[in-house]
């Protein structure tokens, strides 16, 4: 069992910056990759950045290529999402998930979810 925790989000407005932290416990030597995804209103879940557990490689959504950065810390066990030059487009519920099925951005993978975190971005 992998328990994860996130906090960091909040209002906004368009340009400005707001930084998310997932924080993992339980059973994590086993992840391969940790993952963003969000959603919004009426929409489905989708992809925004993910991150190897051990090899620190990183993949982004079109959408936030350039404007958000992960970055993990093993010996915390945390995952950060900083997130840049903010628009109304990003408001969403941002979930951190995690996997041991490889580096893949498909959420079908993922099998551990954290609560989510609200992220409310006005013009």
């Known amino acids: 069992q992998v328990q994860l925790v996130e906090s960091g989000g909040g209002l906004a407005q368009a340009g400005d910056s707001l930084r998310l932290s997932c924080s993992a416990s339980?059973?994590?030597?086993?992840?391969?990759?940790m993952g963003w995804f969000r959603q919004a209103p009426g929409k489905e879940r989708e992809f925004v950045a993910i991150?190897?557990?051990?090899?620190?490689?990183?993949y982004y959504a079109d959408s936030v290529r350039g404007r958000f950065t992960i970055s993990r810390d093993n010996a915390k066990n945390t995952v950060d999402l900083q997130m840049s030059s903010l628009k109304p487009d990003d408001t969403g519920v941002y979930y951190c998930?995690?996997?041991?099925?490889?580096?893949?951005?498909?959420?079908?993978?993922?099998?551990?979810w954290g609560q989510g975190t609200q992220v409310t971005v006005s013009s």
């Open positions: 998930a995690t996997t041991s099925r490889g580096f893949t951005w498909s959420s079908s993978a993922y099998d551990y």
């Open positions: 339980g059973r994590t030597a086993s992840r391969s990759t």
């Open positions: 991150i190897g557990w051990f090899t620190g490689t990183t």
